[in-house]
């Protein structure tokens, strides 16, 4: 029973990263860069779902608002910084480091603005089913509706996301403008509009993935919260081990670190679950230095 | 005369790659533009397809100004241009690379039914619809290109260097195909090569360009019974 507990919970959480992971993943086919901001922008959707859902009471509909705020964020910071810092920073290192390092800036500062407008304390955003867990046989299981409704919406959440890049002319464009903007843009493609879009994209996700790491903790978020820091982490390692450029690659790349956390985390000792991603990467960097979905192969979906 | 260069200049940072050019070529023309490596053949295609910014002179097609318009307005146009080497995506199948090709035009009905006349000019890629672009041979690749070019029913068609890499034979075939599509589509084409004599002999105008100018012009035919250019450009 412990054991279906462990790969039950690391499921849930994984999930939760592989969303994360997966606003990397677009990012970084947008535009190649590293966005250390995602979590700072995830805060911040988390912070208008809290004031969605205290104002019209439905988690519901709370989520695609946070989802809608952390889209328009995400495109407003690809059309205002990424641009003008990518074009006015075309050769040589600064290059390669000043979009990255700018992130980190927006990481902060949107730290400071959320501090400024909520202020430091905890604030909560109620779960919308009961986080008791089920029970089989007579026992209590971790896993608790709440955590179904999650694993559920995440991936229902992916399969859309599959659809609209496999499917549809949009996503058509979105891959084509990763893999060659040149050849996408004698297509006819507008590149900039889907680099944008991928940025909104991204933001969306990344709002997801903050609101369920809030509910899937105790509810309890603020600017300092551990969730969000751990959600950076396992977000950016999940993505990285999937290979960076892989969509596919993300969802198993969280998936995989849910896990490990989970069991270190029941088996091992509680105290060391924030290193096991590093060392899940540093192995992973080891053993398999494209990703586990390999350079080629991972550039599909 | 559809397509107007007038006293084109092109800088690569410090290097002036094409030097006050200028050419016209008339509606349904096929031109082949030969040169040495370094000619400016590829600056000049990649200016004409909004790719590299001139800074100085004219373009006009049709009449009307296209310079600096960006590549993804003038496929809009009817200008496509199949860059250098190959110019697919391998990651895609052959089917989204054809669909690539038509995407602007967002009109479902009208993209299948290119979609099915240019498998019914390359019958190789109808049998490879979904099959990953990296799985093809070169002869293929290029027909790809040219095949994605097609989808978005152009009237002026760029193509750099389509014979690059390919085997003789292949390089025969492509070259009788860009020759039969002019014709059959009634497009006008402005087709860069090295390969100078495969191009001239398909070609109605040849145009050699020398250092980022324009130093003959001429049917052809004659270009290839030129003693000069022979010497210089064919080789014998």
Avoid at chain 1, 240 to 253: E, F, K, Q
Avoid at chain 2, 2 to 22: C, E, M, P
Avoid at chain 2, 85 to 104: D, H, M, R, Y
Avoid at chain 2, 132 to 144: I, K, N, P
């Amino acid at each position: 029973m412990q054991l279906l507990n462990t790969i039950l919970i690391g499921i849930t959480a994984g999930s939760i990263y592989s969303l994360m992971a997966i606003a990397f993943v677009l990012v970084w086919r947008s535009t190649r860069v590293i966005n250390f901001a995602q979590a700072g922008m995830a805060l911040l959707s988390t912070y208008f779902g809290y004031e969605a859902v205290t104002r019209i009471g439905s988690f519901w509909l709370a989520l695609p608002i946070a989802m809608l705020g952390g889209a328009i964020f995400s495109a407003l910071v690809e059309v205002i910084l990424m641009r003008v810092l990518v074009k006015h920073s075309s050769s040589g290192p600064i290059a390669a480091v000043a979009p990255i390092i700018a992130t980190l800036g927006l990481l902060g500062l949107i730290r400071s603005v959320i501090a400024m407008i909520w202020g430091g304390q905890d604030l909560r955003i109620p779960p919308p089913v009961s986080n008791n867990g089920f029970t089989v046989n007579g026992e209590v299981l971790v896993f608790s509706p709440l955590k179904l409704l999650i694993l559920i919406t995440t991936f229902i959440l992916m399969a859309l996301l599959t659809i609209l890049f496999q499917r549809t002319n949009l996503g058509l464009s979105l891959r084509a403008s990763a893999y060659a903007p040149e050849i996408a843009r004698l297509s006819g493609v507008r590149v900039d509009l889907t680099r944008t879009l991928g940025w909104a994209l991204a933001g969306a996700a990344g709002a997801v993935a903050g609101v369920f790491q809030t509910v899937n903790g105790n509810g309890n978020f603020s600017p300092d919260s551990i969730e969000f820091s751990l959600l950076l982490v396992s977000g950016f390692i999940a993505a990285v081990i999937g290979g960076l450029d892989s969509l596919l690659g993300a969802v198993i790349g969280g998936l995989f670190l849910g896990l490990v956390i989970s069991f270190v985390l029941i088996y091992l000792n509680g105290g060391l679950f924030f290193i096991a991603p590093f060392v899940v990467l540093l192995l992973v960097l080891f053993i398999r230095p494209q990703g586990i979905i390999g350079a080629k192969a991972g550039r599909r979906a | 005369m559809t397509l107007n260069v007038s006293h084109l200049s092109v800088h690569h940072g410090a290097i002036q790659a094409i030097n006050s050019l200028s050419l016209a070529i008339p509606t349904g023309a096929l031109a082949a533009v030969i040169g040495s490596n370094g000619a400016g053949k590829t600056s000049l295609l990649r200016a004409i397809s909004g790719l590299n910014k001139a800074s100085h002179g004219k373009i006009s097609w049709m009449g009307e100004s296209i310079l600096g318009d960006k590549p993804e307005i003038l496929v809009r146009k009817g200008i496509s241009h199949v860059s250098e080497g190959k110019s697919v995506i391998p990651e895609l199948t052959v089917k989204e690379n054809l669909e690539l090709g038509a995407i602007w035009r967002r009109d479902k009905k009208e993209m299948i039914e290119t979609l099915a006349l240019v498998v019914s000019i390359f019958p190789r890629l109808g049998e490879r619809l979904a099959q990953r672009a990296d799985t093809l041979s070169g002869g293929e690749r290029q027909m790809l290109a040219i095949g994605r070019s097609l989808m978005s029913k152009p009237k002026l068609l760029l193509l750099d260097e389509p014979s690059l890499g390919l085997a003789p034979l292949v390089v025969e075939q492509i070259f009788q195909t860009i020759r039969d599509l002019t014709t059959s589509m009634r497009l006008t084409v402005v087709l860069v090569e090295q390969n100078a004599m495969g191009a001239l002999r398909i070609a109605d105008l040849g145009i050699v360009l020398n250092l980022g100018k324009v130093v003959a012009v001429d049917h052809a035919q004659a270009l290839i019974d030129d003693p000069a250019v022979r010497a210089a450009y064919l080789g014998y």
